[in-house]
């Protein structure tokens, strides 16, 4: 998924609810806003145009390097549109931010930023840790946004207790796919705003419990199982 400050601009002036991004860690500690776990040759192409020689965790690359590569559509996929000049560059969190604060000064809004947490030590060890993620990112808000007009989201559960530790009044989104944790144990554990599930979690059931508690509902897909 590609991350454009066009796109993000649009929004802004669309006047929507919220924008939701995907954050990762780099090498050096920058957040950056990034979809995928790796840099791949299919989607991203040096300053010369060609692909990048291997595939690369985002958390082994300094953010920049990874600034210095463009965000390519494969030229193998021929119904997708090819990207603007703004849409080839991966952006930091802080360089949204900035963006964003620009945009609804323009546009007199105030734009809710609901951040996912990405996390990928779960399989590699070496990924930076939770704690480490959500100090960072944290402090991004921080120096450059408004607490008040942020969300965390994450489908990792040590990602939103390490946010519970380091900011408990911080409003959290609950992601789940194909969880086994039932809506009760997620609101005694998070106190979340948000349960998005995905639609294979998706019950009229689990709706009104979590209308029950108190918890909003992102539905994801309109497909409902009755049970």
Same mark, same amino acid.
């Given at each position: 998924d590609v991350c454009s400050s066009d796109l993000f601009r649009?929004?802004?002036? !669309?006047?929507?609810?919220?924008? &939701? !991004?995907?954050?990762?860690?780099?090498?050096?500690?920058?957040?950056a806003v990034y979809h995928d776990f790796?840099?791949?040759? &299919?989607?991203?192409?040096?300053?010369?145009?060609?692909?990048?020689?291997?595939?690369?965790?985002? *958390?082994?690359?300094?953010?920049?390097?990874?600034?210095?590569?463009?965000?390519?559509?494969?030229?193998?996929?021929a119904n997708k549109r090819p990207l603007s000049e703004a849409e080839k560059k991966?952006?930091?969190?802080?360089?949204?931010?900035?963006?964003?604060?620009? *945009?609804? $000064?323009?546009?007199?809004?105030?734009?809710?930023?609901?951040i996912e947490i990405k996390r990928e030590d779960l399989i590699e060890k070496k990924a930076p840790s939770a704690r480490v993620m959500v100090s960072q990112?944290?402090?991004e808000i921080r120096e450059h946004w408004d607490m008040k007009k942020t969300r965390i989201r994450s489908f990792d559960f040590s990602v939103l207790d390490e946010v519970r530790n380091q900011v408990p009044e911080l409003p959290l989104a609950v992601l789940t796919y194909q969880s086994r944790v039932s809506i009760s144990e997620?609101?005694?554990?998070f106190k979340p705003e948000?349960?998005?599930?995905?639609?294979?979690?998706?019950?009229?059931?689990?709706?009104?419990?979590?209308?029950?508690?108190?918890?909003?509902?992102?539905?994801?897909?309109?497909?409902?199982? $009755? $049970?």
């Open positions: 649009r929004a802004v002036e !669309l006047k929507v609810d919220s924008i &939701e !991004l995907d954050v990762q860690l780099t090498r050096d500690g920058q957040v790796e840099i791949t040759p &299919e989607w991203c192409r040096d300053k010369l145009g060609n692909p990048v020689a291997a595939s690369l965790p985002l *958390w082994e690359m300094d953010l920049e390097s990874l600034q210095s590569l463009e965000i390519r559509v494969d030229r193998r996929l991966i952006p930091s969190l802080a360089e949204v931010f900035q963006a964003i604060k620009k *945009w609804d $000064s323009e546009f007199s809004t105030s734009t809710l930023m609901d990112v944290i402090s997620i609101y005694q554990r948000v349960w998005a599930p995905h639609y294979r979690d998706l019950s009229l059931e689990k709706m009104a419990q979590a209308k029950d508690v108190g918890m909003a509902v992102d539905r994801k897909s309109t497909r409902l199982n $009755s $049970s």
